[in-house]
Structures are given as C-alpha cells and as structure tokens.
C-alpha cells in the first residue's frame, strides 16, 4: 500500500476521530475536573490508577495493574493484524496549594494537578475510547501506560519510568514505537509543540558538602571556615557556564539550597549545599560534572578545605527519535495544518518519558492549552495554573490520529 492511499485513508479516518474526540468532550472534562479535584502524590495514586483502570476493562482492554505501584498497562488488540505501538499517560500531582477559585478545586490541601496529569490520563482515556470504537479498523495493538511519579517518588521509593520497564511494562509485547505528550502554557491552544531529537533536558540532583574545622569565632585563624570556602565555590562554579563550556550549548547549574552553621560566633565545620544540573546533550553533562570536581577541588584545597559531590541521575535527556518525528510529520500537518505546528527551543524541564525513549523509538510532543482571552497563561509549577479544557478532545484526536497512521504505515510497510 503506497503512502498516497494512506494519506487517503487518513483524511477519510481524521473525519471520524475528529467526531468522535468531540463526542467525548464533556467525559474528558469530567474525567480531567475529577482528578483534579482528588490529586494524589507520586506512588500514592491509588484512586486514579483504580478508576483508569477499571474504566479501560468497561472499553474491553486487556488490563494490568500494580505495575510499579500504582502503574495500569493496557492492551487494544485491533481486528486486523499489524505492529505493537505505546501510548503513556502520566497520572501524578504536586505537592502544591491550589490558589484558583474554581469548582473543580482540589479537595486535597496542599496538593494540586499544577502540571496537568489530570489532562494527561483524561487526553489517555479519551484516546482509548476513540480506539476502541474503531477497534474493527485498527491493524495492530496499541499498548497504554498510565504511569504513576513521573514527578519522581518520595526519598527511599523507587517509581516513575524507570521502575515501570523494570517491572516490565514494555515487554510481552515490547511496542516498536511509543508516544506521549505534554500540556504545554506557552502555547496556544489549538496547537502543537515539537522538537527533533533533543527536546527537554536531563535533570540531576547536585549535593555538595564543603568541610572546614570548626572554631570560635573570635579566632577564624585557628580554624578553617567552610562558610567561606562554600561562598566562594558558589561563584567559581557559575563560571563553568559562563568561561569553560562552549556557549552554543545550552546547560543550567543552578545552585538553589545552602545550608550551614548552628550559631552566630561559631565558625562552623560543616556547609551543604544542593543544587540541578540540566543538559540536553550527554557528552556535555559528563563534561560538567568533571568540571565541578576540578572547581571544588582547587577552591577547597586552596582554602584549606575539603568536598564531596554526588551527582543523582534524575530523568535522562528526552530524545525525539528523528526517524519516528519525520514520519509523524505527515499525520500532524495534516490533522492541523501546518499553521499550528510550531518548533520551539528545546525545554530544560526534565520528564521521565526519556527512559522509555532509550528502549525504544520514542515522540514526545507539547498541547497547547493557553488562552489569553479566557486569563489561562500560568506556568506549570505554580499554585495559579490551570489549562483552557479546550484542549482535551483536541488532543485526544491529535494522539489517536497518531496512533492510528503509525500502525497503518508498519502494518503496510516493505520488509526491510
């Protein structure tokens, strides 16, 4: 089957998913008001992960649950045969207190959907309706993940990705491709946000220890001041970015916690300090981090003094396969035009879509959901966002869309 009868296909099919996205627009509003209104934290995401799941065996998916914790998998085996794809949804919410007078507000003190997951496992459940409807057309299975901690689990759990493809949620069967998307304030609504290759950056948790010798305060000689050593480590590190990395490429290292000292004539033994460092490029992260050894080493033995660095590896840096991007294009101009596509910088935000990312090829893309005219411009993170639900059913039909020609162009596609 040649690519000018897909395409043909395709725009007959758009008609369809389009109805039927816009069918559903009242549930996906429903769905998104609900787990809003009950946010749960990363691996305590026990009622969404409960209602996904028992929503998803009422479409007749195959469901699994209790992966990594609270994670459902799901597989919409369709009537004609063909490859496996992936679809992931992120489930989680921040421990952040909602500001907006809504009537959708969290019911959760101190907790609140402030980067839009409630969208997200709406957008997932939306896209499996629409499939399932269209279950006798679909060539292959589409595989679901609703992941729990993405915004990564409390100190001591294991969660999020990494856990979920260790507990095997990309095995039996393993997808050949896997998309996912996130809601995106700085774009409008009605359109859609892609990168080639490097889209949003990886994350590590920098913890620094300087060590001095604690003394009285009256005599700072007799001792060696780790306040001071710390105070000059936080400027010499800031010139890794600014003199020591070419500046065509883009990295943060941002410092944000210090801690030391128990009294004011007390010259203490002891600073700790944390921080992020985030890349969008391996080779230049190992480079970084060589380099805060170098700065520490030289700033606390010229000072008297002694360090510690641990770098923790938070999300690897989210790549967008170019093969998959590339083929994908058609379906999105298509589906929007190419007016709503736009191409933005790549985001220094972190997401753990990454992991899956490194298994197989993988699409992360952003939905818009602001809209200056109704107020909706508040950035994720923050105890005023909140999204235009115009987007919901919008992006359910871009997802299913997606899905629905990946298959159609493997189940079609030459032997290689």
């Known amino acids: 089957m040649n690519t000018t009868l897909i395409e043909a296909q395709g725009l007959a099919r758009d008609v369809q998913v389009a109805q039927a996205a816009e069918r559903l627009r009242e549930q996906l509003i429903a769905w998104r008001r609900d787990f809003h209104m009950y946010p749960e934290l990363s691996n305590r995401e026990e009622r969404t992960s409960r209602v996904v799941a028992e929503y998803l065996r009422q479409l007749g998916l195959e469901v699994q649950t209790g992966i990594a914790r609270h994670g459902v998998v799901a597989l919409l085996r369709g009537a004609l045969p063909g490859p496996v794809v992936a679809y992931r949804a992120d489930m989680d919410a921040l421990p952040i207190e909602e500001t907006i007078d809504v009537p959708y507000k969290s019911r959760h003190p101190g907790v609140k959907h402030a980067c839009g997951h409630d969208a997200h496992t709406a957008i997932g459940l939306g896209v499996a309706t629409v499939l399932s409807q269209m279950r006798d057309r679909v060539r292959g299975t589409v595989k679901f993940l609703f992941q729990p901690a993405e915004e990564g689990p409390p100190p001591g759990e294991e969660g999020g990705a990494r856990l979920m493809i260790k507990e095997g949620a990309l095995e039996h069967p393993r997808p050949q491709a896997i998309f996912g998307l996130h809601v995106d304030p700085r774009v409008d609504v009605g359109k859609i946000a892609y990168h080639i290759g490097p889209a949003m950056a990886s994350a590590d948790l920098i913890e620094i220890t300087i060590r001095?010798?604690?003394?009285?305060?009256?005599?700072?000689?007799?001792?060696?001041?780790?306040?001071?050593?710390?105070?000059?480590?936080?400027?010499?590190?800031?010139?890794?970015r600014s003199r020591r990395v070419d500046t065509f490429q883009p990295f943060v290292l941002t410092l944000g916690s210090i801690h030391g000292g128990n009294r004011h004539n007390i010259i203490t033994d002891e600073v700790k300090l944390q921080g992020t460092l985030r890349t969008l490029d391996e080779k230049v992260r190992a480079q970084v981090i060589q380099m805060l050894h170098q700065t520490l080493k030289g700033v606390t033995e010229a000072l008297g003094g002694s360090y510690e660095l641990t770098v923790e590896e938070g999300a690897t840096v989210t790549y967008n396969d170019p093969r998959l991007v590339e083929e994908t294009l058609p379906t999105l101009r298509r589906v929007l035009g190419e007016g709503n596509l736009v191409t933005p910088r790549p985001h220094m935000g972190a997401e753990d879509f990454s992991y899956y990312a490194r298994v197989v090829p993988g699409f992360f893309f952003f939905l818009g959901v602001r809209n200056e005219a109704k107020g909706i411009n508040a950035m994720i993170h923050t105890p005023e966002f909140d999204l235009d639900e115009e987007a919901l059913p919008f992006g359910v039909k871009v997802a299913a869309s997606i899905l629905l020609d990946y298959l159609e162009r493997h189940a079609t596609a030459p032997a290689r």
């Open 212 to 240: 001095g010798k604690k003394v009285h305060g009256a005599y700072p000689h007799e001792g060696v001041d780790a306040l001071v050593i710390a105070a000059h480590a936080v400027t010499a590190l800031q010139v890794i």
